[in-house]
């Protein structure tokens, strides 16, 4: 927990260390987070499954986790109008695509897809990004 100057509570610990509150400094905003967990294991080993973030308004954004190779990240974001961007990871847990929320009347979902490179034998880093809009590699074209 911890508190501002004025000792107000700003942020709220939960079980294992995970954030439950977020206050803004005016006290009038806040995120609220919930969680579930992959067989409801919440304890120090168990891997969080979802995490709802829920606005002082009511609206509230869910973003879920699933495991890619041997790393757990953030899978898909549903925003609060139900609008979904899923992702998804190579084996390294590098990010390698992103399909967006539907931008025309037929309602394809565009996909940014990202490639990476090496250099000096050891540094990874990304090389392109290719989206239904533009493409860019690391030379800027």
Known sequence: MRRD???????????AGRIDQ???RNKNVYLTFAYTWDGGNAGAGGKVASM???AESGLAAVLTFSDFGSHRLLASLTWPDGTVVA??????????TAKLPPNNTAGTSP???YTYATAGGSFQYMSALA???WNADDNGS
């Open 52 to 54: 709802t973030v829920t």
């Open 5 to 15: 100057d004025d000792d107000q509570l700003v942020a709220g610990i939960v079980d």
């Open 131 to 133: 989206t239904p809009r």
């Open 111 to 113: 996909a940014e897809t």
């Open 87 to 96: 992702y998804n990871y190579d084996a390294s847990g590098d990010l390698i």
């Open 22 to 24: 977020l206050i803004g």
